[in-house]
């Protein structure tokens, strides 16, 4: 069972990436995927998440409107589109998988992906 983040890198103020989360060894479709982050000297906050079957999803209250959650299935990889990226964004990018809803624990973690975002 893995999950392994790519798509991280050095950009600037207002640019866009797209993070990737490619799993194998299970069905990503049966799981509720989570992205967090870690930014320097801060503890690991929830980003976003969306359940199984994209029931729904959640989005913390500063990336609203600039960050989406998508998943292909037949890829068995979920995305994090990251839009206006700030400043404040830089941070160490995980995804993770649970086999309940977005409000439980996570199961499996990848090993993250780093956004930096010069101003």
């Known amino acids: 069972v893995q999950l392994v983040e790519s798509g991280g890198g050095l950009v600037q103020t207002g640019d866009s990436l797209r993070l990737s989360c490619a799993a194998s060894g299970f069905t990503l479709d049966y799981f509720a995927i989570g992205w967090f982050r870690q930014a320097p000297g801060k503890e690991r906050e929830r980003v976003s998440c969306i359940d199984r079957n994209d029931i729904s999803a959640y989005y913390a209250e500063g990336v609203k409107g600039r960050f989406t959650m998508s998943r292909d299935n037949a890829m068995n990889t979920a995305y994090l589109q990251l839009n206006s990226l700030k400043p404040e964004d830089t941070a160490v990018y995980y995804c993770?998988?649970?086999?309940?809803?977005?409000?439980?624990?996570?199961?499996?973690w990848g090993e993250g992906t780093l956004v930096t975002v010069s101003s």
């Open positions: 993770a998988a649970t086999r309940f809803s977005c409000g439980y624990g996570m199961d499996y």
